[in-house]
């Protein structure tokens, strides 16, 4: 509902994509989060995963394996299925080892999908994500936090004369 009122309140305002903390066709279902939510919204979206679903279907193809491949940042290396379909891109996003998993979740395709997430990273999580990471992590601190984070009132000696 709160897309809906701004995408007929402020249509200036809609996003041209939108990336997602997740998988799109790069699931067990073919389907994950970023898929499910570009098919509700109508609008195209990126899932951008840190850690890679083990599908029997991609085959023997670990994590350490691919890291080995993606020598310097752009480097990308195809998830594709035994049987030749293509699900996602391993893609190094920055000069840190790790890659992201890139994944079509609806109305994009994987190459520009690919481009995007690249232009968008300084650090290994593109920026937005990042960005959204952190306010949201700032917001439950203040308004939710945790008990580690309340801090105890000091008592004051009432023996003091």
Same mark, same amino acid.
């Given at each position: 509902?709160?897309?809906?009122? %701004?995408?007929? $309140?402020?249509?200036?305002?809609?996003? *041209?994509? #939108?990336?997602? $903390?997740?998988?799109? @066709?790069?699931?067990?279902? /073919?389907?994950? @989060?970023?898929?499910?939510?570009?098919?509700?919204?109508?609008?195209?979206?990126?899932?951008?995963? &840190?850690?890679? =679903?083990?599908?029997?279907?991609?085959? *023997? #193809?670990? &994590?350490?394996? @691919?890291?080995?491949?993606? &020598?310097?940042?752009? *480097?990308?290396?195809?998830?594709?299925?035994?049987?030749?379909?293509?699900?996602?891109?391993?893609?190094?996003?920055?000069?840190?080892?790790?890659?992201?998993?890139?994944?079509?979740?609806?109305? +994009?395709?994987?190459?520009?999908?690919? =481009? @995007?997430?690249?232009?968008?990273? %300084?650090?290994?999580?593109?920026?937005?994500?990042?960005?959204? $990471?952190? #306010?949201? /992590?700032?917001?439950? /601190? #203040?308004? =939710?936090?945790?008990?580690?984070?309340?801090?105890?009132?000091?008592? /004051?000696?009432?023996? +003091?004369?």
């Amino acid at each position: 509902d709160l897309v809906r009122k %701004q995408l007929t $309140d402020k249509p200036e305002m809609t996003p *041209d994509v #939108i990336m997602v $903390d997740g998988n799109g @066709i790069l699931h067990p279902n /073919r389907a994950g @989060i970023a898929s499910h939510l570009g098919v509700i919204l109508g609008l195209p979206t990126i899932g951008v995963a &840190k850690n890679l =679903h083990q599908l029997p279907e991609l085959g *023997d #193809i670990g &994590k350490k394996s @691919i890291v080995e491949q993606l &020598k310097q940042k752009g *480097d990308t290396f195809p998830l594709a299925t035994t049987a030749g379909e293509l699900l996602g891109m391993a893609v190094r996003t920055s000069t840190g080892p790790n890659p992201v998993f890139v994944s079509v979740g609806s109305g +994009i395709s994987l190459s520009s999908a690919v =481009h @995007i997430v690249l232009h968008s990273s %300084q650090y290994r999580v593109p920026e937005p994500t990042r960005q959204a $990471d952190i #306010i949201s /992590r700032e917001y439950l /601190r #203040i308004h =939710h936090p945790t008990a580690r984070q309340i801090q105890p009132s000091k008592q /004051r000696n009432s023996n +003091i004369n």
